[in-house]
């Protein structure tokens, strides 16, 4: 199995050809080409594995339409920009977080915030319904339990009404998460792509690029961070995002308890997983946390929430700094 793989590792790939870049290119000799920093399995695992093997999946999403117009993407980036290979990610990073996320994230505020100015009225409902129910189950003799469906039933009812009289339906909050996971996952593997030699740019492979397109500590965006400073990071700020989201959420419910300290884990959990891929794509992953924290922060700003129209709730605060840092100051540093 392992030879059969090697040999067709080994075998000339076909001319490439970039949407709208040209005529086809021909992979140049490897003669003089740089060797790959990266550990075999993570080079030969896009394109060793067949349609009809275990990695098939992966090598129809690394060819797949949405990877091929985040690669579009980045390298326009790259062209128009002229900056190196660092700045390109940094640059689509920005432009994409800004432009997409951004306003998806502020519109998941805005049905949130209504949501929970309806949350007095439901409460009153429920009130009233409940009182209505048990005078009608001692009217007709319920048993309790079809007088707990009459009431579930008749509040899912009143409380899809009331969404519906306000446009704020709970579920058109995850648009964001829909729209950004995706995107998320199709730069990533446009960038492994690049990473692994699978792209190439007008004669020069974009792999050989991204070996002198890095900085600082990391000038070779093609290997790994040895130094395991960008994958720290990442989770550290993620971890940094997960507390700020629980901080200010007074009475959790089980169920946000326990998906809080999923996401916890999946946080530490990434450090290791950003270790084994290139730095290209850790470098994206941080850029993308970090515009995920300022994003976090900007949406507590009450200027910007004016500004985008976010009703004003009983929770939001005119000091939200403030408060934030009196939070973490207290859970964190003056806690006995």
Same mark, same amino acid.
């Given at each position: ?14 001319a ?18 740089k060797?790959?920093? *990266? $550990?075999? #399995?993570?080079?030969? /695992? &896009?394109?060793?594995?067949?349609? @009809?093997?275990?990695?098939?999946w992966? %090598? ?18 790259h ?5 190196p290979?660092?700045g ?18 502020a ?9 929970e ?16 129910v ?6 007709l ?39 950004q *996971? $995706?995107? #998320?996952?199709?730069? /990533? &593997?446009?960038?492994?792509?690049? @990473? ?5 740019? %007008? ?53 946000q ?66 408060? *934030? ?12």
């Amino acid at each position: 199995m392992l030879c059969r793989l090697s040999v067709r590792w080994l075998q000339p790939r076909p001319a490439l050809q970039l949407r709208g870049l040209g005529p086809p290119v021909v992979p140049a000799p490897t003669g003089g080409a740089k060797p790959s920093a *990266l $550990p075999l #399995w993570a080079v030969a /695992s &896009v394109s060793a594995v067949g349609p @009809s093997g275990a990695g098939g999946w992966y %090598e129809a999403l690394a060819t797949s339409a949405p990877v091929q117009g985040a690669e579009d993407v980045l390298l326009f980036a790259h062209t128009a920009s002229g900056l190196p290979w660092w700045g390109s990610i940094l640059l689509t990073t920005v432009a994409l977080r800004g432009a997409v996320t951004l306003p998806l994230a502020a519109y998941q505020h805005y049905i949130l915030a209504k949501v929970e100015n309806l949350q007095p009225e439901i409460k009153n409902i429920a009130r009233h319904l409940n009182q209505d129910v048990a005078v009608r189950a001692n009217q007709l003799g319920w048993s309790k339990r079809a007088a707990r469906l009459t009431y579930l039933k008749t509040m899912r009812r009143l409380v899809s009404e009331l969404y519906v009289r306000d446009n704020c339906h709970p579920f058109k909050a995850t648009v964001l998460v829909w729209i950004q *996971l $995706p995107m #998320w996952i199709f730069v /990533s &593997v446009a960038l492994r792509n690049f @990473s692994t030699g699978a792209t190439h740019s %007008e004669g020069f492979s974009i792999q050989e690029q991204l070996a002198t397109g890095g900085v600082l500590w990391f000038p070779d965006l093609t290997a790994l961070d040895s130094t395991w400073i960008l994958p720290v990071s990442i989770g550290v700020i993620n971890l940094l995002i997960v507390e700020i989201f629980a901080l200010q959420k007074i009475g959790m419910s089980r169920f946000q308890t326990y998906i809080t300290y999923f996401v916890r884990a999946l946080s530490v959990l990434m450090i290791p997983v950003a270790a084994t891929v290139p730095s290209s794509i850790v470098l994206y992953w941080l850029c993308s946390s970090l515009m995920g924290l300022s994003q976090n922060l900007l949406l507590r700003s009450p200027r910007f929430r004016q500004l985008c129209r976010i009703p004003l709730t009983k929770s939001d605060s005119d000091t939200p700094y403030k408060d *934030l840092f009196a939070a973490f100051y207290t859970k964190f540093i003056s806690r006995k």
